[in-house]
């Protein structure tokens, strides 16, 4: 026989395993004589390995299931994630505000608007149906005769039902809902016991807290094929159905993301009987998202865990949120005492969401809804607005001409997109920063002809509509939240239209002249350009080099080009950081590049 020291463990792969097995058999002398090359001994040795490969590659799939890190299939990932007591994201629906105006042919006391009530939208060629969330009684009618209901949600999708019938002999009766794409959001789950006889409405429990023997709840957990199930309770925490009941659940199936952006909207068919149906739209649909990816909840698992529902350290807040509302691209979140000036008792928390620079109010006050009942009874959660920092580029580029037979206008071009990369990469969200050293190598670094570069940075933030009021007097403060460069100090009235400032504007008309605003010592002037020279009009405002903050007093433009007013800062560090409820972005309008040819 061979001793055990012939065995290799070393390399699961077939070709190791052939070689791994045949220097076995080779120890063994009543092998020694034989050709495993070109005998049958070779197609023996070969189902061997061919065999002792498939079940180490089965042996460690099934190793990498059982955990959460290396889970490769649905059902597994989502299995763990019961384990941790998180539910993934279903598909959620999309939804839109809008105003419903009905005007009845005859005289009417109300108005009804059943839950349910269907409409339809398109988006690009396919047909989306929206549909009502609940009842809408409207009561009084306006002094045209027409009944208005205003602010209504509407949400794509379709309401279908699933029913059981419960049976407390089977242990093993489940309550599956048959479509995958429900928003669990949606789910209404009525109990029918005694023959119909008592109806009974179980609301969704998401704790145990506060649940009692006699609470009619019912519980939701992940089940296979991307579906969900339904829990009753067991008597102890929930009320149990009585056996027989018959189980009614209605829940909406919608579409998910592909139906965001819909904006008219028309009634399928006429409302409580009268037909005279005027939908005006309030916002656009939003917030439509597919069922959470698997890496998603990979990693969302364990940090809700952490968060036990309850929303006390800033992480928890971004976690929470997050995971409830997918439409949330980023979180930041600060306490009171860290604002200007600081306001005790209170969080703010700012969010950006997909594809828009701002939150409207009906989100604002839908995150704040959730986030109450998970804060401390002292904290007042309170949403603000991100703002928005942009950073202005002007870059000289050099690159080699005898490396690359690139035109300029194509290392332009490769540039650009090197620089919008960066800003996807590294800025796009709260508490980022811009290093420069990075920015310069992102820049040298995207094509292997370019020698160096010149780069200057600024800091933009842009004063526009409504905040910004041509022909009104009035007072702005603009926050820049860094210290800026005390390096550009001009003591003259007059001086080179060429000169550097700390702080500048683009232009705009003030007092019938082309204007624009460049600083002096901490002073803030309006100045008019007359060929090489520049002559103050009119001191406007004061800046503040410490803290970034800029002050313009009794400022009345009469028009600006773009409608706008661009305040252009040198940081006094060429690292430009953001905080609090700022995030940071590179606009290609704003980058500017010059592109010269060496040889070398």
Do not use: W
């Amino acid at each position: 026989m061979a001793s055990n020291t012939s065995i290799n463990l070393i390399g699961l792969d077939f070709d190791t395993l052939k070689s791994n097995l045949k220097n076995h058999l080779k120890n063994n002398t009543a092998f020694r004589d034989y050709n495993f090359e070109g005998s049958n001994m070779s197609v023996l040795v070969d189902v061997l390995s061919y065999n002792t490969y498939l079940n180490s590659f089965y042996t460690n799939m099934v190793a990498s299931e059982m955990f959460l890190d290396t889970a490769q299939l649905r059902d597994s990932i989502l299995s763990h994630a019961k384990e941790l007591n998180y539910l993934p994201r279903s598909y959620s629906s999309s939804r839109s505000i809008v105003n419903i105006s009905i005007t009845p042919t005859s005289s009417v006391s109300s108005v009804l608007i059943p839950r349910g009530t269907s409409f339809t939208s398109r988006v690009g060629s396919t047909t989306y149906s929206f549909v009502t969330g609940d009842n809408i009684v409207l009561n009084n009618a306006l002094t045209s005769g027409a009944y208005l209901a205003s602010n209504t949600t509407l949400y794509e999708g379709n309401y279908v039902n699933d029913t059981f019938v419960y049976d407390d002999t089977n242990t093993n009766q489940r309550f599956v809902i048959s479509n995958p794409t429900v928003d669990i959001s949606s789910l209404v789950v009525t109990v029918l016991e005694n023959s119909g006889a008592d109806v009974l409405s179980y609301s969704r429990a998401l704790s145990l807290f506060g649940v009692s023997n006699t609470s009619k709840v019912f519980f939701v957990q992940p089940a296979e094929n991307s579906q969900y199930e339904i829990l009753f309770g067991d008597g102890v925490f929930g009320r149990k159905p009585v056996n027989g009941s018959v189980v009614a659940v209605e829940y909406r199936t919608c579409s998910g993301e592909l139906p965001n952006g819909a904006s008219t909207f028309a009634n399928d068919g006429p409302i409580d009987g009268h037909s005279n149906i005027i939908v005006t739209t309030v916002s656009s649909a939003m917030n439509g998202s597919v069922s959470e990816s698997i890496e998603s909840v990979r990693f969302n698992a364990p940090r809700a865990v952490a968060t036990q529902e309850r929303a006390v350290t800033a992480n928890d807040y971004k976690v929470l949120l997050q995971m409830a509302f997918p439409e949330i691209q980023s979180v930041n979140v600060y306490g009171g005492e860290d604002s200007d000036p600081p306001q005790y008792g209170k969080v703010f928390v700012t969010v950006d969401i997909q594809n828009a620079d701002g939150v409207p109010a009906a989100n604002k006050r839908l995150y704040y809804d959730f986030i109450k009942t998970k804060s401390p009874l002292t904290i007042i959660p309170e949403f603000i607005d991100p703002e928005f920092t942009y950073v202005d580029v002007n870059t000289t580029v050099r690159y080699n001409v005898n490396i690359s037979q690139k035109q300029p206008e194509e290392i332009k071009t490769v540039v650009q997109s090197a620089i919008n990369d960066f800003s996807t990469t590294y800025l796009d969200d709260f508490e980022s920063t811009l290093r420069y050293s990075q920015l310069v190598a992102a820049i040298d670094n995207s094509d292997v002809s370019i020698v160096g570069n010149e780069t200057a940075v600024r800091a933009i933030k842009i004063l526009a509509p409504p905040t910004l009021q041509f022909n009104v007097s009035k007072n702005y403060t603009i926050k820049f939240d860094l210290p800026l460069s005390r390096e550009y100090y001009i003591t003259s009235s007059v001086y080179d239209t060429l000169a550097a400032h700390s702080v500048s504007s683009s232009v705009f008309t003030y007092g019938g002249k082309t204007c624009l605003i460049k600083d002096n010592a901490g002073v803030l002037n309006i100045v008019s350009e007359r060929g090489e020279s520049t002559f103050v009009v009119k001191s406007i405002g004061t800046v503040d080099y410490d803290t970034g903050i800029i002050n313009l007093f009794g400022f009345n433009p009469t028009d600006a080009f773009g409608g706008y007013i661009k305040f252009f800062v040198y940081p006094a560090s060429r690292d430009i950081y953001s905080r609090k409820n700022i995030i940071l972005r590179v606009l290609e309008q704003d980058i500017d590049i010059t592109v010269e040819r060496v040889r070398e």
